[in-house]
DNA sequence: CAGCATCCGGTTCGATACTG
DNA sequence: CAGTATCGAACCGGATGCTG
C-alpha cells in the first residue's frame, strides 16, 4: 500500500519509526488525523468522493451538520490540503468544493472503513446487544 | 462473524444503498464510526494491532491519554465488539487488551488511514504552510 | 495494578442573527 | 447563496481521591 503520488519522505524515518510516531502526542500526524477523523471530516470526505458539491449541497447530504460545522471542517480540510475551494464570482455566490489529488487518497481510506463498517454493521450491532445483555445478565 | 477481508460483501447491501446511509444521521454507522474516529480510539486500534496489551502498558504507549478516556474509549471499543478484555484473577489484578477478529478488520482499515499520513505528513504540512502564508498575503 | 466517582475548566456545538 | 459573529448549552477531557 505504498504510494508513489506525494511520498517524499526521508527513507530513514520509515515504517517502523513512523508507525510508532502517532503514538507520541507530539507527532505532527495526530493533528491531520483529528481533522479527517473528526465528525464531520469523515462523511465530508467521504460525500466529495461522489464529485464536486456546492455548500448547499453538502448540508443537504449531510444530514444533522450544522452550518457553522460544515464551515469549520471544510476551512480544516481546506488548510490540510484535502479539499478545494473554488468560489465563482458571481451573484448569487456559487462556490464549489472538490478533493484534490491527496484529498482522494485519503478519502479513499476513509471509504474503506467506512464501508466496512456498513457492510458490517448488522453483526456489530448484535454483538453490541449481546454484550448490553450480557452486562445485565 | 463470517465476513472476507474487503469491503464488497453482500452484493444486496452494497454500493449506492450502503453509501448513502451513513450520510443520514438515523444511520447507526454513525455511532460507530464515533468510537472507531474518536481522538483516542484510532489510537488504541493501531496499538492493539501490534499485539494484546494491558491497560498501564496502553498508557504508556499511547502519549498523552488520561485514564479515564483510555477506560472510556476501552469500553466503547469492546462494547462494539472490536475489543477483547481478559481479566486474570490474581493479586495484583492482571488484565488484557487484544482484538476481536472484527477489531483486526476495523483496525486494519484504520492503519491504512494512519500509515498514509504519516507517510504523507511532510507534504501536507508544506501545503499547509503554504496555504497559511497565501492566506496572510 | 486496574479502574470507577466526582469535580470542574475548556472546548465544542447548535441556533439565531446578520453581511456581501 | 455562502458564509461570519455571537452567545448560551452541552459535552469532552484531565486531575484527584478512593476501591478491590
Given at each position: 500500500m505504498n504510494n508513489s503520488a506525494t511520498a517524499g519522505t526521508d527513507p530513514t524515518l520509515t515504517d517502523k519509526f513512523q508507525r510508532g510516531n502517532?503514538?507520541?502526542?507530539?507527532?505532527?500526524s495526530r493533528g491531520i488525523l483529528q481533522d479527517v477523523t473528526s465528525r464531520w471530516g469523515v462523511l465530508v470526505l467521504f460525500a466529495l468522493l461522489q464529485g464536486t458539491h456546492r455548500f448547499s449541497e453538502l448540508r443537504k447530504t449531510i444530514t444533522g451538520v450544522s452550518e457553522k460545522m460544515l464551515s469549520q471542517t471544510l476551512h480544516a480540510l481546506e488548510a490540510d490540503g484535502f479539499v478545494l475551494r473554488t468560489a465563482h464570482p458571481v451573484i448569487p455566490p456559487h462556490v464549489e468544493y472538490s478533493l484534490t489529488s491527496s484529498g482522494r487518497e485519503v478519502a479513499a481510506r476513509v471509504e474503506e472503513l467506512v464501508n466496512w463498517i456498513e457492510v458490517n454493521i448488522n453483526p456489530i450491532l448484535s454483538a453490541r446487544d449481546e454484550y448490553a445483555a450480557h452486562k445485565s445478565a
Amino acid at each position: 500500500m505504498n504510494n508513489s503520488a506525494t511520498a517524499g519522505t526521508d527513507p530513514t524515518l520509515t515504517d517502523k519509526f513512523q508507525r510508532g510516531n502517532v503514538l507520541a502526542n507530539s507527532c505532527p500526524s495526530r493533528g491531520i488525523l483529528q481533522d479527517v477523523t473528526s465528525r464531520w471530516g469523515v462523511l465530508v470526505l467521504f460525500a466529495l468522493l461522489q464529485g464536486t458539491h456546492r455548500f448547499s449541497e453538502l448540508r443537504k447530504t449531510i444530514t444533522g451538520v450544522s452550518e457553522k460545522m460544515l464551515s469549520q471542517t471544510l476551512h480544516a480540510l481546506e488548510a490540510d490540503g484535502f479539499v478545494l475551494r473554488t468560489a465563482h464570482p458571481v451573484i448569487p455566490p456559487h462556490v464549489e468544493y472538490s478533493l484534490t489529488s491527496s484529498g482522494r487518497e485519503v478519502a479513499a481510506r476513509v471509504e474503506e472503513l467506512v464501508n466496512w463498517i456498513e457492510v458490517n454493521i448488522n453483526p456489530i450491532l448484535s454483538a453490541r446487544d449481546e454484550y448490553a445483555a450480557h452486562k445485565s445478565a
